[in-house]
């Protein structure tokens, strides 16, 4: 699968699933993508953000949209990198973000970007092929995880 039809096969997807299906798949993806441990913070974040981003990794998957927005805004407030955040950590908030924006306003287009985000955090591990991007057994797990969580 061209990686332009997995888009279109994950927007399919995202476009069919239920409410719940929606709600599931978010908080599991974020569960699976924010690993505090795994992320340097030290020079990219103050104190108070960087015990914010463990909160809400910790949290990403029971608290509520008002609970995770206070949790991004003190992480925002508190970036130290100017514009050249590691990607690691910039994955991870963009996906808080996501979810969180899903959580607020149930837009789907959200979920398809958290997706995508979750793509992308495999591909950058195992470099897939544009033109075969199931190729590799990560990212044919990975896409399959998506298939199954959202036609659940």
Known sequence: MRYDELEAEIRRLVTGAGDESLRVFGAETVERMVRAEDLLTEDELDEDAAAALAVACDRARTAGAAELRALLTRIDDGILSDGDMDPALLTVVSALEHLTTYRETGRRDEIYELA?????????????????????????????????LLTA
Not at 119 to 133: M, T
């Open 116 to 148: 995508i985000r979750s793509i992308e955090q495999v591909d950058h591990q195992v470099s897939a092929a544009l033109d075969d991007f199931l190729a590799t057994p990560e990212m044919a797990a990975e896409y399959e995880r998506i298939r199954r």
